[in-house]
Structure formats: structure tokens, C-alpha cells
């Protein structure tokens, strides 16, 4: 579990702040304004942020406070550490339990008034995150689940965030700073396009020229949002800025080539194409898990880079978690596991037989042990069969 920390943190973060402050807060002019101990917790959050606009006032731009993550962390953090493999049901509540918990403390960041962002919760939601995913990396079967379309910039900057985590964790397994700066960078990378207008964002048919332009400034405007709030970890603002670099030099905003795309935001860059690729949006529809794989290596080298893919598609597989298949035999289930010895043999959960009977108890094959059983079909979630 998160220890305690104590740090100088921003003024304007007091809003969402709910530890102790660590040392007397003093004016320029000597005057006590804040004793040591005051607890925050037992503050409205509308008295929060009087205080830290009275502050502001006296000219006290830092404050040293001492935090601890809130029970509601704890309990999350407890789901991920339940020990099994969740079920469908228990996927989708932990999704949604995720997604409720992140809400709390991003709604302001994502859908509230621009240059609103508190610097510390996003410390926290990264730490958050990083530990979650470490501790339990089957939290990523969330993400093949339906989300809600209202919701999609807040469960699609979630899913970016997880998915980021867990690559930075697959390919830096040490750095835990990295990890979870690699999180919050998943997190916000969009976060500039809080100007866009929505009936931009979600127009169901193709942009024009200014719409797009317009589009192709949110990597810069949400880099100089962050800067603007204080943000200061280059690895998250790489990421915000470059997140839309490809590693031929055709992406944007400067127009970056190969390795001089920080690693970081190669590493954001596919993260945010396979959750786009496989997430309904008003203007497309969502591609199950496995074509968005598929896409996903197709990029690779042009727009994506191949190191960073070929560690995504090891940890999935060319199945991904979820994803509804028919084997050799006839028998139908959903991927439960990428497979530890093949991407092409995943572990699979049996529902039905091949004279189409549902199982009482589904039963878990392991196909990287049957010789001669193999995915022949995947099936769509209109139960129609495709030829894998």
C-alpha cells in the first residue's frame, strides 16, 4: 500500500487535497495564515478552495502537506487484488469502479474550464495506476468491454492510461517513477482537446480542412495547458505533446522521425491507437480486439514503433483477453489469457460445445498444450463466425 508523502505542493491543488499540512504556513510578511496539522479531510471542498484562494492572496504560492491515498484506494486497490481471474460481470463492475474513482478526482482536468487542473490527485491517480496494473495486469481486461459512448474521452483517456502503465511497467520494470509518469501522460494526452468544440470531436462525417487543423493543435494546446498548471515531469509532457508523432516524420505536431520521438511517447502513441481502433465512436464503429492487433502490427515501423509493438502484442497475443472464438472442434468461448508459450495459442474459456450445448461449467483450455487444437474462427459480438 502507498506510504505517506510530504511535499511542497501548489496552492490552488489545496481544492482536492484531503492529508494533513505539514508546516505552518506563514505570509511574506510573518503572519501565521495555516498551523501545522490542519486537516483537510474534514473540510467542504467549497471551503477548500476559499482558503486556497486566501492564500493565494497573501502571496503563498506553495504549501507543505503530508498525504495518504483515501479508503476509497484502497478498497479499489483491494478488487485488484482479489487473487482470481474476474468474470465478465465482475470485469465490467471493475471497470466501472475504476472509472468512478478516476471521475472523482478528473472530471475538473477533463470536462471542466480550461487551465482548471490540480497537479496533485494526477500524482496520486498515477501512482494509482502504475501500482494497479503491476499488481494485477488482468485489470487490462476491462478494456474490451462495451463503454459507454458519453463517456468515451474520460474511459478512452482511462484506458490509455492503464494501457500505457502496463507497457512502461513490460519495458522499464524498475522505474516505478517512469511507470507512473507514463499513466498520468496516458491519462492527459488529450486533455488539449478540451477546446475543441464536441461537434467536432464527435461529427459523424468527414472534417474539413479548419476542423481538422483545429484537431491537429490539441497536442500542443494541452502541453502548454499542463505547463500553464504547473506540470513539470517532462515524460508526461512528451507524451501530451508527442503522442501523434509516427516514426516515419509524417505525424504531428513537429513533424518527429524514429528514435528522436521520445520513447515515452512511442510508447503513448500505441496505447491511444489500439483503444481508438477498438472503441465506438459516433463517426466509426468498434473493431473487436483481434483486428485492432492486427492493425496495431500492421503500423508498425511506419507510424508505430516495432519495439514498443512487439511488446504489446507479446503480453496480449494475437487474441487479446475477451475476444469470442469457435476452435478447431467446433467448441465456442472467449479468450481468458494470452498464452505464455505462443500469441497464437491463448488460454480459452469453453462455453458451448460443438452441438452448440452450453456448459454449466465453463472449462478452461490451455491451447499451447493441445497439439492439435487451434483457433479457426473468431465471432463477432452479432455471433456471426469470421475466418481469424
Known amino acids: 500500500m502507498f506510504d505517506t508523502f510530504v511535499f511542497r505542493l501548489p496552492v490552488w491543488d489545496l481544492a482536492t487535497f484531503c492529508g494533513r499540512i505539514a508546516e505552518d504556513v506563514v505570509s511574506p510578511k510573518g503572519a501565521l495564515l495555516l498551523p501545522k496539522g490542519a486537516d483537510f479531510s474534514m473540510m467542504e471542498s467549497l471551503n477548500r478552495r476559499n482558503l486556497a484562494t486566501t492564500l493565494a492572496r497573501q502571496g503563498v504560492s506553495r504549501v507543505a502537506v503530508q498525504e495518504k491515498a483515501e479508503h476509497s484506494l484502497d478498497e479499489i486497490l483491494n ?67 462495451e463503454r459507454p459512448r458519453d463517456y468515451f ?15 512502461a511497467h513490460r519495458l522499464f520494470p524498475e522505474q516505478t517513477r517512469v511507470i507512473a509518469s507514463a499513466a498520468v501522460g496516458g491519462l492527459l494526452h488529450d ?27 490539441h497536442p500542443e494546446v494541452g502541453e502548454a495547458l499542463l505547463k500553464r498548471a504547473g506540470v513539470g515531469d517532462t515524460v508526461i509532457l512528451k507524451m501530451v505533446r508527442h503522442h501523434h508523432e509516427k516514426m516515419n516524420g509524417s505525424g504531428y505536431p513537429d513533424g518527429l522521425e524514429g528514435r528522436a520521438i521520445p520513447v515515452a511517447a ?38 508505430l514503433d516495432p519495439l514498443v509493438v512487439r511488446t504489446f502484442v507479446n503480453a496480449f497475443g494475437m487474441y487479446p483477453p475477451g475476444t469470442e472464438v469457435e476452435l478447431s472442434d467446433g467448441r465456442c468461448g472467449v479468450v481468458a489469457a494470452p498464452g505464455e508459450r505462443s500469441i497464437l495459442k491463448p488460454r480459452v474459456c469453453i462455453r458451448t ?36
Open 79 to 145: 478488487i485488484f487484488r482479489g487473487g482470481c481471474r474476474p468474470s465478465a460481470s465482475d470485469d465490467k463492475k471493475l471497470f466501472e469502479n475504476t472509472l468512478q474513482f478516476v471521475t472523482s478526482y478528473c472530471k475538473d482536468v477533463l470536462f471542466g474550464s480550461p487551465g482548471n487542473i490540480h497537479v496533485f490527485p494526477l500524482l496520486r491517480i498515477g501512482r494509482f495506476l502504475a501500482e494497479s496494473v503491476a499488481a494485477n495486469p488482468e485489470i487490462l481486461l476491462c478494456l474490451v468491454r
Open 153 to 167: 474521452l474520460l474511459s478512452h483517456s482511462l484506458s490509455v492510461g492503464l494501457l500505457c502503465a502496463f507497457l
Open 191 to 217: 486533455i488539449g482537446k478540451q477546446y475543441v468544440p464536441d461537434g467536432i470531436l464527435n461529427k459523424p462525417g468527414r472534417l474539413t480542412e479548419g476542423e481538422f487543423a483545429l484537431i491537429r493543435r
Open 266 to 303: 512511442r510508447i503513448s502513441a500505441v496505447a491511444d491507437a489500439y483503444d481508438a481502433i477498438t472503441s465506438e465512436r459516433s463517426y466509426k464503429k468498434r473493431l473487436p480486439g483481434y483486428k485492432g492487433i492486427s492493425e496495431i502490427i500492421a503500423s508498425a515501423g511506419n507510424h
Open 353 to 388: 460445445g460443438s452441438d452448440g450445448s452450453h456448459y454449466l461449467h465453463p472449462v478452461l483450455v490451455d491451447l499451447a498444450t493441445e497439439k492439435n487444437l487451434f483457433i479457426q474462427r473468431c465471432i463477432s459480438p452479432a455471433g456471426q463466425a469470421e475466418i481469424c
